[in-house]
């Protein structure tokens, strides 16, 4: 895998748990999740690992070359109720805070290859 530049993004409460690293072609991502109790656990981390690959990689245009996913808990619905967001908001957020964190990452390079491209043109 590429190189790559690493960020967390447990700063909020909707992103804790998801963590990151965006290369130049390739992103994996890593989540940590709660699952409901008597629940598949197998296909709910198979259905999660299909959605981050499909949303981060239509928002991207990235190759998404992992998809981690970590269950740190179990609990009842009704304990899950208590709690306000939900793993697909989860899901919808680390996808969209990746899509936003890359765009910037590619503006940076856009500039610095401008940059030098007016320096090189300006010393010939």
Known sequence: M??????????????TGVDVEVGKTQVAVDLKV??????????????????????VAAMTELEVVEVNVTVTDIKTKEQQKEDDVSIQD?????????????SEQVDKVKDKVEDNTDKEARVK
């Open 34 to 55: 709660v699952t409901e109790y008597r629940k598949n656990v197998p296909d709910i981390y198979e259905k999660i690992k299909e959605v981050i690959r499909k949303e």
């Open 90 to 102: 989860r899901v919808t957020s680390a996808a969209q805070t990746t899509g936003k964190f890359t």
């Open 2 to 15: 590429a190189r790559f530049l690493h960020f967390s993004m447990a700063l909020y409460n909707v992103t």
